[in-house]
């Protein structure tokens, strides 16, 4: 066995082991939130590939045409699971068991026809190197169940690009109502969320090119392979890096998110300039966003100002979402502050006024005033 192959094999190794002790975690963390099933299944399924792929290598499972099926289309559920756990983070259920239908590709492609119109009628040949048969010229091997299923393995990856794109958008939308409920996004963005789908696009489009390349070209190496197989691997660590340094992403979340029309509201304009009066009054008073962790429903009942009315008020009469709203008061605050010629350095008074961070600060403070919290500083003379 080649030095490269022991290299692959023992990450490999490492990534399946670690795949299925994040799934374990993951489960024990989905009797709180059942929509980390939809997660564990797909992380299921990579580690799959990755065992399915080993095991083919060497030739273990020659003799099992369902393997050679699988492979040519578990991909087929890997996008639409991501994009059910996308849309169950967001709380954009999917209604009853129409999400079923997503997996109506896998179950035909995968699983029905190989099993009634000839998968085990495959040469053992065409088993071992799947698509590969088709470079060998050789047509003994080929089949037409072998010329379709070869293509299918392209079309399966623009099938999951296709769900990891929606995704995508999903996410894009969703932060843009979190900032609608949130002061401070950090905690509960999806970033890490965004990062892996964007992972798994790069990983589809690094494979489609690569398959039209073998394809087109007739070139092929056994060493080609791991650049299909080594970034599963990776996917698998990032999720468990992620897992490990922030648990709270695959915990519940609270959602109050509040960015729909007002037009079943029945806040008179009177009602609402009294509920403004109000809450400028308490932010001058009780300076609630100096509470890193601040949230809508918790300005609402200090304010004792209705949740929805509240989100109402921001975006009527400030013309500004919660999350801007907040972030404001604090860039006001930081600037009081500032003014006052406290020995309080910028990190401090980052922290005084609510940010979480020196970088967070920085970029707000920029945003809003257009130079930089040091710039402002300098410009007092303090």
Known sequence: MKTIDIIFLVLAAIGIIQGFMLIAALL?????????????????????????????????????????????????????????YTRSVTDQHPEGRSRFLHFLPFLIFTVLIPLLFGAYLIHKHSVTYGMLTLLMRDFKYVSGFNYFYSYLFIAQFIHAAVYLSLSLKII????????????????????????????????????????????????????????????MIIIIYLIAYKSLQQPQLFAQNEADLNGKKYKDSKLSPEQSLQYKSILENYMSEHKPQRNSELKLSELAESTGIPVRHLSQVLNEQFKQNF??????????????????????????????????????????????????PKEYRASLGN
């Open 28 to 84: 024990q963390r989905s009797l709180r939130r059942k929509t980390n099933y939809y997660l564990v299944a797909a992380i299921f399924f990579i580690i799959y590939l990755v065992i399915e792929f080993v095991l083919l290598r060497r030739t273990f499972l020659s003799d099992i045409p369902f393997f050679y099926s699988s492979r040519y289309g578990v991909w087929l559920l890997i996008g639409p699971l991501l994009y059910i």
């Open 172 to 231: 894009k939308s969703h932060t843009s109502q979190l900032k609608q409920a949130y002061s401070n996004l950090e905690v509960i963005n999806l970033n890490w969320l965004k990062l892996l789908i964007s992972s798994f696009i790069v990983l589809i489009s690094i494979c489609i090119l690569f398959f039209i390349i073998i394809i087109n070209g007739s070139y092929y190496e056994r060493w080609m392979d791991y650049i299909y197989l080594l970034p």
């Open 323 to 372: 999350y801007d709203f907040i972030n404001n008061y604090r860039i006001r605050d930081a600037k009081e502050l500032m003014k006052s010629k406290t020995g309080m350095n910028i990190l401090e008074i980052a922290y005084q006024v609510g940010f979480n961070n020196k970088t967070s600060f920085n970029n707000y403070f920029k945003k809003i005033s257009e130079i930089t």
